[in-house]
């Protein structure tokens, strides 16, 4: 399970670390503890009965093909074996989008783990981080804003619902994770 986001504490609460905030909440409801090792956090985990491998790459988000591919590599995996749990400013706050594979949709994060996987073909996990109407400033300053104090509520919610779908997509597969999580809004 690999959440994208950028490190440091200067991004911990942005938008674009939607991805590492659902990575924490697996941690806590899987009671496990990370450590950061070369260019990422990991920490072991057991989630529907199954182990797995929580993963905030350390790179920055535009970069976090490599440590994953490089995870990958040493643990003899596939593209198949990884899920991605990712930011997406098309979605409103609150909406999720879990897909079985598909197009980076002009994320970098995703971008950069196609492009070092030489595929596309892995599960994903969108989280909504959009707003209606859209942001008049440009992308980057939303996506790398903190959210709003009258958001927090609504993320919290979506991050509990993202860590819902991953735990149905390890269980049951990316087919039954989209049938209840998709078009699901807060």
């Not at 659902?22 to 409801?29: F, G, K």
């Not at 749990?85 to 995703?110: E, K, Q």
């Not at 919610?157 to 999580?181: K, Q, S, T, W, Y």
Request: proline share 8%; charged share 20%.
């Amino acid at each position: 399970m690999v959440g994208l986001g950028n490190p440091g504490p200067r991004y911990h609460a942005t938008r674009h670390n939607a991805g590492f905030l659902a990575i924490d909440e697996l941690a806590a409801r899987t009671r496990a503890a990370g450590s950061l090792a070369d260019d990422a956090w990991l920490a072991e985990a057991t989630l529907a009965g199954e182990p797995l491998l929580l993963v905030k790459p350390q790179s920055f988000m535009n970069c976090s093909g490599e440590p994953v591919a490089r995870l990958l590599a040493e643990r003899s995996g596939s593209a198949q074996d990884l899920v991605v749990i990712v930011d997406d400013v098309a979605l409103p706050l609150g909406r999720l989008r879990v897909r079985p594979s598909g197009s980076d949709g002009g994320h970098n994060g995703l971008s950069s783990i196609a492009g070092a996987l030489g595929t596309e073909a892995f599960p994903r996990v969108r989280i909504g981080i959009g707003q209606d109407p859209p942001p008049v400033e440009p992308l980057r300053d939303f996506v790398l804003a903190d959210f709003l104090p009258e958001e927090q509520p609504r993320l919290r919610e979506v991050i509990g619902l993202a860590a819902d779908a991953v735990a149905c997509l390890v269980a049951e597969g990316p087919a039954a994770a989209m049938n209840r999580f998709n078009g699901r809004t807060i």
